[in-house]
T-cell receptor, first 110, second 117 residues
Framework: GQSLEQPSEVTAVEGAIVQINCTYQ??????LSWYQQHDGGAPTFLSY????GLEETGRFSSFLSRSDSYGYLLLQELQMKDSASYFC???????????FGAGTRLAVHP | NAGVMQNPRHLVRRRGQEARLRCSPM?????VYWYRQLPEEGLKFMVY????????ESGMPKERFSAEFPKEGPSILRIQQVVRGDSAAYFC???????????????FGPGTRLTVT
C-alpha cells in the first residue's frame, strides 16, 4: 500500500519557525515533494528531496530521511501570507505520478 | 509563458447531466495529470496522460469517468451522469518530458469546481 501521514493543523505566530512532519509508507519510494495551497487556489511546488538531508530554498527548507521514512518542511520567519495548506507528496519509482498526503493547515497569527 | 489553464473555473450540473472539464498544459509540457480534491482533503490522483495515450488510470472510477489528451487541443476529463458525490475541485497538472525519470515537480492549473445539484 501507500500512504502519507501529516498533522492536520499547525498554529504559529509571525516571525516564528514551524516544522511540518510527514511519514510515508510507499513501495518503490523515489522522493518527497512539498506543495503549498492557499484557500481556493492551486497547489504550487515548494521543494523536492530525492536524497537524504536538507534542501534549503530561502525561508523554506525540506528534509528527508529514507531510513526513517520521514521528511519535514521547515518554514522560518513566518509571515501571515504563509497561512495555507501544505502537502507532502511521494514520487514512486517507475510511476510518473505523485501520491499526496491529506495536508497540514498552517495558521499564522500576529 | 502561460501557465496551466483550466476551464470552466466553476461548473454547476444537475444530477444525470454530463460534465466536461478542459485543461491546456504549459507550453512544452507533454504530461498531463488529473486530480480530485474534496473539501479539507488532499489531492487524489485520477489519471496520467501523454498525447493520445492514457498511461495510468488507476485512480479513475471505472464507470462514468473518462479522460483524453488528443493530438490537438486540450485534455478533457468527462464525467457522465453526474451524481452529488462528484462535487469536488478537479485540478489538472502538467510536467515536461522527464527523460525516463520521475516528474516530481508538477504545475497545477487553477482547478474546476464542480457542483452537482
Amino acid at each position: 500500500g501507500q500512504s502519507l501521514e501529516q498533522p492536520s493543523e499547525v498554529t504559529a505566530v509571525e516571525g516564528a519557525i514551524v516544522q511540518i512532519n510527514c511519514t510515508y509508507q510507499t513501495s518503490g519510494f523515489y522522493g518527497l515533494s512539498w506543495y503549498q495551497q492557499h484557500d481556493g487556489g492551486a497547489p504550487t511546488f515548494l521543494s523536492y528531496n530525492a536524497l537524504d538531508g536538507l534542501e534549503e530554498t530561502g525561508r523554506f527548507s525540506s528534509f528527508l530521511s529514507r531510513s526513517d521514512s520521514y521528511g519535514y518542511l521547515l518554514l522560518q520567519e513566518l509571515q501571515m501570507k504563509d497561512s495555507a495548506s501544505y502537502f507532502c507528496a511521494a514520487a514512486k519509482r517507475g510511476y510518473n505520478k505523485l501520491i499526496f498526503g491529506a495536508g497540514t493547515r498552517l495558521a499564522v497569527h500576529p | 509563458n502561460a501557465g496551466v489553464m483550466q476551464n470552466p473555473r466553476h461548473l454547476v450540473r444537475r444530477r444525470g447531466q454530463e460534465a466536461r472539464l478542459r485543461c491546456s498544459p504549459m507550453k512544452g509540457h507533454s504530461h498531463v495529470y488529473w486530480y480530485r480534491q474534496l473539501p479539507e482533503e488532499g489531492l487524489k490522483f485520477m489519471v496520467y496522460l501523454q498525447k493520445e495515450n492514457i498511461i495510468d488510470e488507476s485512480g479513475m472510477p471505472k464507470e462514468r469517468f473518462s479522460a483524453e489528451f488528443p493530438k490537438e487541443g486540450p485534455s478533457i476529463l468527462r464525467i457522465q451522469q453526474v451524481v452529488r458525490g462528484d462535487s469536488a475541485a478537479y485540478f489538472c497538472a502538467s510536467s515536461p518530458p522527464s527523460g525516463g525519470g520521475v516528474s516530481y515537480e508538477q504545475y497545477f492549473g487553477p482547478g474546476t469546481r464542480l457542483t452537482v445539484t
